[in-house]
């Protein structure tokens, strides 16, 4: 079976990169990380990638503009290969420069139920304004923050002891078993756009299917 290739873009500790690279270490999985990219050299992920044998590089924004610096990753994106752009925990707004070269096919998780709670700091957020449930979403990237059309959501409740930092764990352990799933869907051809409005084939070879528009 032929796999998916797939990027991975990071700045930091790169988990949902890990949850990732194990799910695609089942060679029955239907996507395969064959790039890493980091905007920042000490970026942890790029020790998880080396370590699963996966390609892993740093592009440094220094001196960049925005659209200069998406100018540089679509070319190394694009000599890679890859069909699909994961960004996990990757600090910068990116830019139609990459989204046009990769359209609908540039994927985000938030550490947040959105469209509440968009930006840095998501499960504090939440935590702050004192939800009882918060959550994490993978959604389509377009060109506003935490803005593209939703594709799945996790849902954990916030106890009453919580914090900032405990809610956020608990959180990141849904984001690493939701990363995956919609990776799959992705991979197997089941997303379709059309506009803001999307449709996934939940039951694939079944005549539902779950239209998930807003
Ligand atoms: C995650 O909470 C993700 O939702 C957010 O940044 C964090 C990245 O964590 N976008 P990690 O680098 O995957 O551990």
Redesign the pocket.
Known sequence: MSRVPVAVL?S??????QAILDASADPGFPAEVALVLSNRADAF?LERARRAGVAAEVISSRGLSREAYDAALVERLSAGGVSWVCL??FMRIVTPTLLSAFPNRVL????ALLPSFPGLHG?EQAWRAGVRLAG?TVHLVDEGTDTGPILAQGVVPVHQDDDAETL?AR??TV?HRLYPMVLRWAAEGRIHVDGRSVTIDLFPGESTSLALGF
């Open positions: 990071i930091g500790s790169g988990s949902n990169l992920g996990a925990g985000n998780i938030h550490p499960a994490a956020a959180i990141l984001e």
